[in-house]
């Protein structure tokens, strides 16, 4: 159990363009996904948290408008990158944590999609 | 605030040696400890973890940490070292009394074991 998949791995797209990802839990419900951004080497920076049927909540230096979150279901949150330039580059990795307790799942434990490599030419 | 400190950004260790990457904590209620793991361009893969109880906690892949209050450190360790161990670990911490406050991460640590 515990699964988080991401889609898709990788994409390259041309200055300018959207690129959506989907990021979903597989055998559990999560009421609260996390979207990261990763640059090479470098640990994981949280841009925003989100929870079902509600807005996102982003940290500081985020622009909410570029990076678009939309967590519709408990399985499913997508991040939309608008508008999207060569420093746009980097490893987004979700998260997902599950709510309420029982099978086996531990809800103080994130799980992590196996991220995707965005390349803004 | 809470923050977390891997003060290694390499450990070098031969297959068969033990292993130990070290990480230090801050936070102002208790601590909800972590140790994720993650292989080239993937995701992280949860390992192990710390709420309360037995300071030493057995984890996924033989790994280990034990936690230490007084040290404020949950350093993870392995007996014995295996090359497909060679992976970036990551250190990670929750403030219990925050509720489900968001995960902090340390740096990173990355861990090449040797043949």
């Known amino acids: ?121 | 605030a809470q923050s977390v400190a891997q003060p290694e950004d390499q450990v070098n260790v031969a297959e068969g040696n033990p292993l130990t990457v070290k990480c230090t904590y801050s936070v102002s209620g208790n601590p909800y400890l972590f140790w994720y793991v993650q292989y080239p361009n993937r995701g992280l893969q949860f390992l192990l973890k710390y709420i309360t109880g037995d300071n030493l906690v057995k984890g996924s892949y033989g790994f280990e940490a034990e936690f230490n209050k007084s040290q404020t450190s949950f350093h993870l360790k392995k007996p014995s070292a295996l090359v497909s161990d060679s992976a970036l670990y990551f250190c990670a911490v929750r403030d219990m009394q925050a509720g489900y406050s968001t995960l902090t991460f340390g740096k990173g640590t990355m861990l090449l074991v040797s043949p």
Not at chain 1, 24 to 35: E, I, K, N, Y
Not at chain 1, 64 to 90: C, G, M, R, Y
Request: net charge positive; aromatic share 10%; with cysteine.
């Open chain 1, 1 to 121: 159990g515990a699964v988080v998949s991401q889609h898709p791995s990788r994409v390259i797209c041309k200055s300018g363009t959207s690129v959506k990802i989907e990021c979903r839990s597989l055998d559990f419900q999560a009421t609260t996904m996390f979207w990261y951004r990763q640059f090479p080497k470098q640990s994981l920076m949280l841009m925003a948290t989100s929870n079902e049927g509600s807005k996102a909540t982003y940290e500081q230096g985020v622009e909410k408008d570029k990076f678009l979150i939309n967590h519709a279901s408990l399985t499913l949150s997508t991040l939309t990158v608008t508008s999207a330039h060569p420093e746009d580059s980097s490893f987004y990795i979700c998260s997902a944590r599950w709510g309420t307790s029982g099978g086996g799942l531990r809800t103080d434990t994130q799980y992590f999609g196996p991220g995707t490599r965005l390349t803004v030419l």
